[in-house]
């Protein structure tokens, strides 16, 4: 029988596991709120610990260094937004370009409801791109291509519909609706208004649409 013993990792050990996954939810619910809003490398691990009212040598039970931590904020968000982006473009009762509307309508209410200081966690790590470690490109650059196929298959389906016009790939499209997208997030939270999102959706729905 082996007699090898598996480290203890550094920090408070939770005591029970129930407490482990509500901290360990806690502390990525911390980063999901304070990095939409200040971005990854103005944030500091007092403030993500203060702001859900743990000890800070717990988040080192819990991950490994801020950019361990940093990653899996990045992952609950993408795995959240999809979700989102999802129940949008697979509303088959409408049709393909109205279910791209319906999502820019949708994060617009979302920002509302944090009175535009949420920004999005990807458009805010993109602009920190040249000062975060090679790992956190290589996962934001997965994420975008993720959600650019989402709403490529959704023109697509506009393109087979007659919605839109096909001078250029779905692929595209979907790259140039996401290159606007993240600009019009961060006019929005400048000026406090959806009206940047919705003059987005304007411009990007005119120019491609079939004569």
């Known amino acids: 029988m082996s007699t090898e013993i598996t480290p203890r990792r550094r920090g408070r050990p939770p005591k029970t596991d129930r407490n482990y996954t509500d901290t360990r939810e806690a502390l990525i619910r911390s980063g999901l709120a304070l990095l939409t809003r200040t971005g990854y490398l103005s944030t500091g691990i007092d403030a993500i610990v203060k702001h859900v009212n743990v000890p800070k040598g717990s988040f080192y039970y819990y991950f490994e260094n801020k950019e361990d931590y940093g990653r899996v904020v990045l992952a609950a968000y993408d795995s959240f937004f999809q979700h989102k982006l999802q129940k949008s473009l697979s509303d088959t009762s409408l049709s393909p370009l109205a279910r791209l509307e319906s999502f820019v309508k949708n994060a617009g209410k979302g920002m509302q409801k944090y009175d535009f200081t949420r920004g999005c966690l990807v458009g805010n790590l993109m602009q920190e791109s040249p000062g975060l ?22 023109l697509t389906d ?5 919605e839109i016009n096909a001078d250029r790939s779905a692929d595209q499209l979907a790259i140039i609706f996401w290159s606007g997208w993240e600009g019009a997030v961060m006019r929005a939270r400048l000026f406090q208004s959806t009206e940047p999102l919705n003059e987005f959706w304007r411009y990007f729905s005119q120019s491609i649409r079939a004569a």
Request: a neutral charge; aromatic letters at 8%; charged letters at 15%.
């Open 158 to 162: 506009a393109i087979a519909a007659g």
């Open 133 to 154: 470690p090679d790992t956190f490109r290589q996962q934001l650059t997965e994420i975008l291509g993720n959600w650019q196929r989402h709403v490529a298959a959704c």
